[in-house]
Nanobody, 116 residues
Framework: QVQLVESGGGLVQPGGSLRLSCAAS????????MSWYRQAPGKERELVAR????????IYSNSVKGRFTISRDNARNTVYLQMNNLKPEDTAVYFC?????????WGQGTQVTVSS
């Protein structure tokens, strides 16, 4: 079955950086679009970034454009989210998402807290 395991979350001061990783298994990773979403307390889950399988095209939410970078390593079946210049409003649980077998699949999430 599809498994997505996130890691790399934690507590960081404003202006700091974190790199999230998502290890995937159970599907053909190189053929799947991979995304990062986040959900803050009391808010809906929102798309942060997506990387497509063909050509590596990426899209970002306006709130993270220029600060976050999504990338993938097809040899390692892993997708990354490099987060720089973090702000308190980036505090949320971050979820890895894969679109495979005509369905969305989710990891368990990793907490990112930006606070001084």
């Amino acid at each position: 079955q599809v498994q997505l395991v996130e890691s790399g979350g934690g507590l960081v001061q404003p202006g700091g950086s974190l790199r999230l990783s998502c290890a995937a298994s159970g599907f053909t990773f190189s053929s799947a679009a991979m995304s990062w979403y986040r959900q803050a307390p009391g808010k809906e889950r929102e798309l942060v970034a997506r990387i497509f399988s063909v050509g590596g095209r990426t899209i970002y939410s306006n709130s993270v454009k220029g600060r976050f970078t999504i990338s993938r390593d097809n040899a390692r079946n892993t997708v990354y989210l490099q987060m720089n210049n973090l702000k308190p409003e980036d505090t949320a649980v971050y979820f890895c998402n894969a679109y495979a077998f005509a369905n969305d699949h989710w990891g368990q999430g990793t907490q990112v807290t930006v606070s001084s």
